[in-house]
Structure formats: C-alpha cells, structure tokens
T-cell receptor, first 113, second 114 residues
Framework: AAGVIQSPRHLIKEKRETATLKCYPIPRHDTVYWYQQGPGQDPQFLISFYEKMQSDKGSIPDRFSAQQFSDYHSELNMSSLELGDSALYFC????????????FGPGTRLTVT | SQQGEEDPQALSIQEGENATMNCSYKTSINNLQWYRQNSGRGLVHLILIRSNEREKHSGRLRVTLDTSKKSSSLLITASRAADTASYFCATDEIGSEYGNKLVFGAGTILRVKS
C-alpha cells in the first residue's frame, strides 16, 4: 500500500538559510499535518491543511510557512534557519471523516549548522 | 510535553517479560493512540482506543483507557528484542472540526535485553 512520502529524507543547511520540505500524502487523503520532533523530545504539532485550506495551527514559528497544493501535496518552507530548528520533521495524512487515523511519513531530518 | 507525562521515562527488561507504559493527558479526547518509534525514525501506529472504550487488544498489545483519570496504559506481553523503541501516546481533542491534530506525550524508551 502507498504510504506518505517525504523529501528530502536528510537536509543540511547553514544558519540563516532557507529550506523547503515536501510531503506527498497517501492517495485520496485530503488532510496533511506537519509535526516537529526535536532531539529526545515528543513530536509537536506545527500546522495542518484540509482541502488546501489551513485547518489548524500549532507552535509554528513566523519564519515558517506552509501550503497544500491542488494535488494535495504540501510544502513546509522554513526561512532564516536557526540552530534550534534542527529536528525531525514529520508529515502525516488522513482521509476526510477519519481525521484521527493519521499515517506518518518517514520524516525529514534537518540539521542546521 | 504539551500533553502530560509518560511513565516511566525509560524501561529496561529481559526478553520474554512484560512491559507496561503509562500515559496521562489533560483534555477531553475523542481517541487515544499509541505509536512506536525506532531510534530517530518514523512513527509507527500501534493501536487506537476510542474514548468510549476501556480496553483493547491487538496481538501482544493491550491498551486500557480510564477517561475519569485521563490516563492510559500500554502493555506489551512476552517482549522481544525487536520491541526496543520509544513509545508515545497521542490524543486528539474534542472540538476540532477539520483534521484533529495529535498531541503527543513525552514517550517511554523501552529497551528489551536478549
């Protein structure tokens, strides 16, 4: 069965640079969620989109923005990167009507040096 | 953690023993789920229990939910070395309309020694 795809899997950036993370949900899933997991921490919700509209917002810094496109894939744009942005970034997707059944991608490991 | 504490933070047992992890949460929930994460890798969904359920089984997993105490436990029976991982509980809150964000607990690191 198709799973959530995230790219890239690993990314190394320097401070103050910009990064773009991509997420391709499971086919026919209309909701995408982004989570950030710092070293040794639990995943923290950043933002979600339902049918290409932002549906919920968590602890996402103003330096970050995200959107969901017409094909339902989503991109998380991160600017003015800081050392503290180094983390695993997970994308999850779910189908309308069953939002609690979130399927997680493998994550993108971002390292800011 | 946004949600509450997981107990214990770390657990080390021998292969074949049972492992019990607990999780507490703060809000009224629709569902509670347990996830496993191998070191630095993706989250694997283990089991979901709805707020109107008290106990659920799946293979070697047994989950209980006590909504009056806002707590849940995950029991892994007959543990194997391959069960070594971090285990997180996650809840989705009542009231979200489109796409319920998950709120994760701090996680329990389980080490099963062979």
């Amino acid at each position: 069965a198709a799973g959530v795809i995230q790219s890239p899997r690993h990314l190394i950036k320097e401070k103050r640079e910009t990064a773009t993370l991509k997420c391709y949900p499971i086919p026919r899933h209309d909701t995408v969620y982004w989570y950030q997991q710092g070293p040794g921490q639990d995943p923290q919700f950043l933002i979600s989109f339902y049918e290409k509209m932002q549906s919920d917002k968590g602890s996402i810094p103003d330096r970050f923005s995200a959107q969901q496109f017409s094909d339902y894939h989503s991109e998380l744009n991160m600017s003015s990167l800081e050392l503290g942005d180094s983390a695993l970034y997970f994308c999850a997707s779910s189908a309308g009507g069953r939002p609690y059944e979130q399927y997680f991608g493998p994550g993108t490991r971002l390292t800011v040096t | 953690s946004q949600q509450g504490e997981e107990d214990p933070q770390a657990l080390s047992i021998q292969e074949g023993e049972n492992a019990t992890m607990n999780c507490s949460y703060k809000t009224s929930i629709n569902n509670l789920q347990w996830y496993r994460q191998n070191s630095g890798r993706g989250l694997v969904h283990l089991i979901l229990i709805r707020s109107n359920e008290r106990e659920k089984h799946s293979g070697r997993l047994r989950v209980t939910l006590d909504t009056s105490k806002k707590s849940s436990s995950l029991l892994i029976t007959a543990s194997r070395a391959a069960d070594t991982a971090s285990y997180f509980c996650a809840t989705d809150e009542i009231g979200s309309e489109y796409g319920n964000k998950l709120v994760f607990g701090a996680g329990t690191i389980l080490r099963v020694k062979s």
